[in-house]
């Protein structure tokens, strides 16, 4: 599977944002393991040390908490923390360029239109597997052992 980067931002950050992003739209909920570096690391087709890096910044964020020789696991309201941040972010960051925008076109937010819902489509997980169908190994030592 094909995965394109944005080379405006590193690789980690981006794998960050990607569990972020799955931790938000309910793919990835609180107790889910993280799939292992390694098998990140190959899909992705990544440095392991990479990952790690993407990891470790979710663990400095305490979204994600590491249990030795079990994996990392999502961390009990880290969607709460995430939605918090991020409806703060859009308030600051997005939110005055599109009321700017909506001035400018003389629109109100009674005039703009209900969004269509979705398409729906079976959750994927960080390694791009179906989350129905997949199997999440964790970052193990065991699995360090037996590779």
Known sequence: MEHEWNDGQPIYRQLRDRVVAMILDGVLKEG???????VVAAEYRVN???????????????LVESKRGR???INAGARNLLMQGERQKF???EWPRVYA????????????PKPKPPREKPPKNL???SR???HRPSNSAEEEQNP
């Open 32 to 38: 889910d393991p993280l799939p292992s570096v390694r």
């Open 48 to 62: 392991p040390l990479t990952v790690l890096k993407g990891y470790q910044q979710l663990v400095d964020e305490q």
């Open 71 to 73: 994996g990392m696991f």
């Open 91 to 93: 308030i600051a960051e």
């Open 101 to 112: 925008t909506m001035q400018r076109l003389g629109l109100s937010l009674a005039e703009l």
């Open 127 to 129: 390694a791009g597997e």
């Open 132 to 134: 129905s169908s997949s």
